[in-house]
Structure formats: C-alpha cells, structure tokens
C-alpha cells in the first residue's frame, strides 16, 4: 500500500519540478527584453553625442550593422546630417575668411604697365598729383583726387621703375633700363599734352598686360644664380660619373 503512494509523490514531484523549471526560461525571456531595450537606447544615445564630432564618425557604420531596420535608417540619416553638418561649418569658415576687414580702396589711377620689372615706384608730387613709371617707357601723372590722367612723359626706349621727385624744388629724378639718369623741370611756357598719343598708349598698355598676364618676371640675378646651380651640379655628376668608371677599370685589373 505504501509503494503506490511513493509513486505518487515522486511522479507529482517529478511534475512540480517540471513546473518549476518551465518558466526559467520564460523569465529569462523577459529578462532579455529591457536589456536590449536599455543597450539600444544608450547605443542611439551614444550616436546622438557624436553627431557633431569629426573625431568619431568610424563609430556610426559599426552601430547602424548590429541594429535593426528601423535602427539602420536612423543610423543612415544620422550620418547624412553628419556630413551635412560638416559641410555648413566649412562654408561659414570660409564666408568668416571672405569676412576679414580690408581697408577700402579711395582711388585707382590706370593706363601705366607693370609686367617686366619687379619694382615700380609711385610717389606723391606736392598735394595734388600722383605720378609712376611703366615698362612703356613712359611716367604716367595723374590728378590725385579725380585720378584723370593729366601728363605722360617719354623717359625711356624700354622700362622706367625709379621715379623720384625733389621734396622741395619742382625737379623730377627718373631712370630705367638706360644707362642714364634723367633730370624733369617744368621749363615750358604752356601746358603740353597729347591727349590722342596718351589714350593709344594706355590701349596698348592694357592688351600687354593682358597678354603678359601669367608671366611671372624674375630679376636677372636671380637666373644667374640659377644657372651657376645647374652648372655645378651638372659638374658633380659628371664627376661622380668619371669616378664610377674609373672605379670599375681598377676592378677590371685586379680580376686579370
């Protein structure tokens, strides 16, 4: 009478533990769920603060791979704003750079040349006139506050780059590519200004410079410098070569 009944119990306990161990895994289910929850919400959280960092931009492509679909658009359209960030921010340091105060242009005098020479000077003449040479050959005078072309004046067969006047007596000092200086005084009795021969000669001026426009001029000290280099290194490979040859027929020798 006793047997059954201990099969009994050991079948109900048998049954209880069946009880007891078929929801562990249902917990465990439900145990997983927040986690995944918690770990997406700090992963999206975590791609929010580096939306605008240019340090970590490797970071996005790795989350949007272990997400979901929804997660990967959102990832997607993340990085999309990313690049779009950075592109604004370039723009606005570039317009910051166009921003930079410069001080403003209050006159412009035209009609001289500069292209052959490094150095051009301008100088004031008194108060009221400003006065430079060009690679015509010619000094250009103009009225300083309406910058209208008023003299020219032949002072050399090729270039005119030293322009000088007296800071007290109307003489002017100029000098170029000749072998001489000349000397300017206001010795004529009435104004003397060919306004045709001007005109030509600042057209002639302006389709020059725009020929010559990507010429870059260098001094001629400069290309003697220059070639002397050249030429000494062509010097050292040539006997760097001599050497070398020599080198290899005492090798020659020494085998025989």
């Known amino acids: 009478g006793k047997e059954p009944g201990t099969s009994d119990q050991t ?10 161990t078929n929801p562990e895994p249902q917990s465990q289910t439900e145990a997983i769920g927040p986690l995944a929850h918690e770990e997406t919400s700090a992963r999206d959280s975590a791609l929010q603060d ?4 240019d340090d970590d931009p490797v970071l996005i492509p790795g989350a949007r791979y272990r997400a979901g679909p929804g997660d990967r658009r959102s990832a997607v359209a993340r990085i999309q704003e990313f690049f779009r960030r950075r592109k604004e921010r370039k723009e606005m340091e570039e317009l910051d750079t166009l921003n930079i105060r410069r001080p403003l242009v209050k006159m412009v005098y035209k009609g001289h040349r500069n292209s052959r020479t490094m150095i051009k000077e301008a100088n004031f003449w008194g108060a009221n006139f400003v006065m430079s040479g060009s690679d015509c050959g010619h000094i250009f005078i103009w009225d300083r506050h309406t910058a209208e ?6 002072a050399d067969n090729h270039v005119v780059n030293c322009l000088q006047p007296h800071p007290f007596d109307p003489i002017l000092a100029s000098s170029g590519i000749d ?14 200004f060919n306004r045709k021969l001007a005109d030509e000669v ?3 001026n302006e389709l020059m410079l725009e020929e010559t426009r990507n010429t870059i001029t260098v001094p001629a000290s400069f290309m003697l410098r220059m070639l002397a280099s050249l030429n000494h290194i062509r010097a050292d490979r040539s006997e760097g070569d001599r050497s070398e040859g020599s080198g290899q027929e005492n090798e020659d020798e020494d085998e025989e």
Not at 179 to 188: A, G, N, Q, T, V
């Open 11 to 20: 079948s109900t306990e048998s049954a209880a533990n069946q009880h007891t």
């Open 50 to 53: 580096t939306d605008d960092s």
């Open 149 to 154: 072309h008023l003299m020219l004046l032949e």
């Open 179 to 192: 072998y001489d200086i000349k000397i300017w005084s206001p010795l004529e009795e009435s104004r003397i």
């Open 202 to 204: 600042i057209t002639r």
